[in-house]
């Protein structure tokens, strides 16, 4: 079966600094996918960024970007330029190649001012 | 382009009534998936529909919870005789792509439900 490990229950970041949420996963499938949701207290679902297994490059998006280490089963999050509205609940999630989605328990993330 | 829709945003059932949530996909998405939230933790996958198909349901609990998504109209995720064990926030997410291979999920606002 597929996991998913977030092992930082929470973490700080000072506004303007660069902060790096770690993810695990474990599968015997090839073909798959890796998500950052955001959870903000509105409770809305906002995906951060996706990365298909195949492609070795690392996705960006603006100001969040991963590092994925296929072998080591590893997929962490870096937000560069931390804002105020960072701030938010993030998971980590795999998808195969058929529908659902399995997610990690969270990290909160805190922005210092 | 509308996002996907829930109603009712809030619910609130006493122990033993039913509860009904419903999910509205966006435009042109065929697939429809529901999660449960419980407080303090990550999202878990309950069932996976397409229009008037089930296609995988191996997170819905044995009883009590069944899923639909007609022709027509929204998806409809149902709870019977609610305990207060249900209380979590449900959330639908719906997906384009048809005939395999997954696609970006589009997650709805949820629907918070309370089991007094």
């Known amino acids: 079966a597929q996991t998913v490990t977030q092992s930082q229950p929470e973490m700080s970041v000072q506004e303007a600094e660069t902060v790096t949420l770690s993810c695990t996963y474990d599968t015997s499938e090839s073909d798959y996918y890796l998500f950052w949701y955001k959870q903000p207290p509105s409770r809305q679902m906002i995906l951060v960024i996706r990365?298909?297994?195949?492609?070795?490059q690392n996705a960006t998006e603006n100001r969040f970007s991963v590092n994925f280490q296929k072998a080591a089963k590893s997929f962490s999050l870096k937000i560069s330029d931390s804002q105020l509205g960072d701030a938010a609940m993030y998971f980590c999630?795999?998808?195969?190649?058929?529908?659902?989605?399995?997610f990690g328990k969270g990290t909160r993330l805190h922005i210092l001012p | 382009n509308a996002g996907v829709m829930q109603n009712p945003r809030h619910l609130v059932r006493r122990r033993g009534q039913e509860a009904r949530l419903r999910c509205s996909p966006m435009?042109?998405?065929?697939?429809v998936y529901w999660y449960r939230q419980l407080p303090e933790e990550g999202l878990k996958f309950m069932v996976y529909?397409?229009?008037?198909?089930?296609?995988?349901e191996s997170g819905m609990p044995k009883e009590r919870f069944s899923a639909e998504f007609p022709k027509e109209g929204p998806s409809i995720l149902r709870i019977q005789q609610v305990v207060r064990g249900d209380s979590a926030a449900y959330f639908c997410?719906?997906?384009?792509?048809?005939?395999?291979?997954?696609?970006?999920?589009?997650f709805g606002p949820g629907t918070r439900l309370t089991v007094l």
């Open positions: 997410a719906s997906s384009p792509r048809s005939g395999g291979h997954t696609d970006t999920q589009y």
């Open positions: 435009k042109g998405h065929s697939h």
């Open positions: 529909l397409q229009k008037e198909n089930i296609i995988d």
């Open positions: 990365q298909e297994a195949y492609k070795q």
């Open positions: 999630a795999y998808s195969g190649p058929y529908g659902k989605i399995i």
